[in-house]
């Protein structure tokens, strides 16, 4: 039996251990802090310890850790911790909107953070995965429990809502509107 | 293929993430080669990517990746011995359970085929031996072994019209009986002791053995009275064809060959 066991441990070593910077990164974002985003990602791999018998040799093992960091992650903020990624249709509604709002001319640093700050959770997660730590569609809907279909259409509302996010806090010169695409309903309304 | 301005800003992000088909991706490469709002838009989006990134970052480096990775080990380590440790009790606990289990089993088990299997060699073995023969001391020596050598020398030769005429160990069933075979009044009588090894007897109605504290179980088997009597230790059975007579006199024998046993129990 610790025969077996002495195994499972070099196998997880291998497969699970080498993922280590990476979901660190991602902890360290998703918590805000270092510390945070180092307890998180112990109590991540502590998990998946604890369930690695369940994983299939050969199968994907980052996506796999990513799954269990956001359940972990969902669990310790308390906030809908068996829905692995519900989106609130109201909240997102106007989103939905938004897809094809352009992006400004002027970027800033400053901007592009305080816009990724005010996205919604659940989008804001997604853009993180995706755009930021490049995990593939495919990767990120095995992560988040959800199929590839709904990545995506969440992606594109993601995506919208911070070009739109980013256009509120840019001078109208600068944005791409001018270039005749769709605007927020509330730009419209503008006088 | 060739996409319109809404169709390449719908596919532009998943362009930049690299997972559109080849056709797409061609489609998208002509339309900005010939559209400049669409270029310019596409640029725009590698910039936020690329800002996002930027911004985001956070410093990983290798000392920092391989201090987690150290105390995340540990984490795993001290979770694995806890494991063990759990599972090493489990064991112990479950063989406990089962040497508890039975000990408790043993304890209680009962000897069913106790009467029926002395009748049964009574029939088999003590009825087989001719109407002449008489107790040869050598034949019984060579015959008995230990610790039942001396059982005939305790038990008696003779009560009353009673005489043994042959004593021998005699497997039977998986049983090792010492038997002590008695003829008189017409009839002949099997005496057999055995080791405790079977469980308890049968519930049957008891007496009190004249003398002594021990219940004697009386009951029949295949038309043949059993007395028998429980020691700590060993089991005796008496087998008879009718009772005895005087009747007290398989009482006799009883009495004498529990005295025998109980000098083996010391």
């Not at chain 1, 305080?114 to 853009?127: K, N, Q």
């Not at chain 2, 060739?2 to 797409?24: A, F, G, I, K």
């Not at chain 2, 003829?183 to 007897?201: C, I, K, P, W």
Request: aromatic fraction near 6%; glycine fraction near 6%; include cysteine.
């Amino acid at each position: 039996m610790f025969g077996i066991s002495h195994q499972r441990r070099e196998e997880f070593d291998r497969a699970a251990l080498v993922h280590v910077p990476e979901l660190l990164r991602f902890a360290t974002r998703l918590c805000g802090s270092a510390d945070a985003g180092e307890d998180l990602l112990q109590e991540t791999y502590l998990q998946a310890w604890r369930s690695f018998h369940r994983f299939a040799a050969g199968t994907n093992c980052r996506a796999w850790l990513y799954k269990i960091l956001l359940f972990t992650h969902s669990a310790q903020t308390r906030k809908r911790a068996r829905q692995p990624f519900l989106v609130d249709f109201d909240a997102a509604g106007e989103a939905a909107l938004l897809v094809d709002a352009p992006t400004p001319d002027v970027l800033t640093a400053e901007a592009v953070k305080a816009a990724f700050d005010r996205l919604p959770e659940h989008f804001r997660t997604l853009v993180l995965l995706v755009d930021v730590e490049g995990l593939t569609y495919r990767e990120a809907a095995e992560a988040l429990n959800v199929p590839i279909g709904t990545v995506m259409s969440r992606l594109n509302r993601g995506r919208g809502l911070l070009r739109v996010e980013l256009a509120r806090n840019v001078p109208e010169s600068s944005t791409g509107a001018r270039n005749g695409m769709i605007l927020s309903a509330e730009r419209r309304a503008r006088p | 293929m060739n996409l319109d301005c809404q169709q390449v800003r719908e596919v532009m992000d998943s362009y930049l993430s690299e997972e559109l088909s080849v056709e797409t991706n061609h489609g998208v490469l002509h339309h900005v080669s010939e559209c400049r709002d669409c270029a310019a838009e596409l640029k725009r989006r590698q910039r936020l990517r690329a800002l996002l990134s930027e911004t985001l970052d956070v410093a990983v480096n290798d000392v920092n990746a391989d201090r987690v990775r150290m105390r995340i080990t540990q984490a795993v380590d001290r979770e694995r011995r806890s494991s063990q440790r759990i599972a090493r009790l489990g064991a112990i606990a479950a063989t406990l359970v089962a040497i508890v289990a039975a000990a408790y089993w043993a304890g209680n088990r009962v000897d069913a085929a106790a009467y029926s299997d002395s009748a049964e060699d009574h029939v088999a073995c003590a009825l087989t031996y001719s109407s002449s023969t008489v107790y040869d001391p050598d034949r019984a020596a060579h015959n008995l072994a230990p610790p039942f050598e001396h059982i005939v020398d305790v038990v008696g030769r003779s009560h009353g019209v009673y005489q043994v005429i042959d004593a021998h160990m005699c497997p039977f069933k998986g049983r090792n009986y010492a038997h002590v075979v008695i003829r008189g009044n017409g009839q002949t009588l099997s005496l057999f002791a055995e080791r405790a090894e079977r469980g308890a007897l049968p519930d049957t109605p008891t007496t009190v053995l004249a003398g002594d504290a021990l219940d004697v179980h009386a009951t029949t088997r295949l038309g043949y009275g059993i007395s028998a009597v429980a020691t700590r230790d060993y089991r005796l059975f008496l087998v008879s064809e009718r009772p005895t007579d005087p009747p007290d006199l398989a009482q006799d024998i009883l009495r004498s060959a529990v005295r025998f046993i109980r000098g083996l129990e010391k």
